[in-house]
Nanobody, 115 residues
């Protein structure tokens, strides 16, 4: 069983920044793929960013140029730096770790962008 613990959410004004963290309990953290998803009220969960391996990353079009995903394998932690936040970024953000057929989710952290 892999535990993922997220932190860093909160209330921020439009144009502001937040950094989310997701710490994993698995010793094979570096072998897996880390994703950040988000789910806004009344909407489906959507993939925001992925850290695949060797520094390879992917982003949803809606966050390109504003969000940056990074990971620290020594700390078994993935980060999501979110800049130039917009009200439409308001959602619960979830991290996901996957390795072959294994997949685990964090509990989610609320991000609210509002003036």
């Amino acid at each position: 069983q892999v535990q993922l613990v997220e932190s860093g959410g909160g209330l921020v004004q439009p144009g502001g920044s937040l950094r989310l963290s997701c710490a994993a309990s698995t010793s094979i953290f570096s072998a897996g793929v880390m994703d950040w998803y988000r789910q806004a009220p009344g909407k489906e969960r959507e993939l925001v960013a992925s850290y695949i391996s060797g520094g390879s990353t992917n982003y949803a079009d809606s966050v390109k140029g504003r969000f940056t995903i990074s990971r620290d394998n020594a700390k078994r932690t993935v980060y999501l730096q979110m800049n130039s936040l917009k009200p439409e970024d308001t959602a619960v953000y979830y991290c996901n770790w996957r390795h072959y057929t294994l997949t685990y989710w964090g509990q989610g952290t609320q991000v609210t962008v509002s003036s």
